[in-house]
């Protein structure tokens, strides 16, 4: 059974940082191209970061060189570094491959 679990988030002020986690149980993510999501209220959801299964990652331009995607295939995890955050980055950010996805863990941040 696919099981995502995103955890690492909270409440920072504009210019913090804080880093995702998403463990993944049930399968390998050694074997898929890993993404994490976000979705502001009122918004739809908007691909924020990729990993693919070489280790490529690829931003969307409002997120590169700030945030950094990571994958360890020891501990079956993807995490999300997030850097200088800004009150537009205020979201619940999720992972997911595939039609998969977590439960997603909220991200705050206040100016």
């Known amino acids: 059974q696919v099981q995502l679990v995103e955890s690492g988030g909270g409440m920072v002020e504009s210019g913090g940082s804080l880093r995702l986690s998403c463990a993944a149980s049930g399968f390998a993510i050694t074997n898929y191209d890993m993404r994490w999501f976000r979705q502001a209220p009122g918004k739809e959801r908007e691909l924020v970061a990729s990993?693919?299964?070489?280790?490529?990652?690829d931003y969307t331009e409002a997120v590169r060189g700030l945030f950094t995607v990571s994958r360890d295939t020891v501990m079956n995890t993807v995490s999300l570094q997030m850097t200088s955050l800004k009150p537009e980055d205020t979201a619940v950010y999720y992972c997911?491959?595939?039609?998969?996805r977590g439960q997603g863990t909220q991200v705050t941040v206040s100016s």
């Open positions: 990993i693919s299964t070489n280790r490529i990652a």
């Open positions: 997911g491959f595939g039609p998969f």
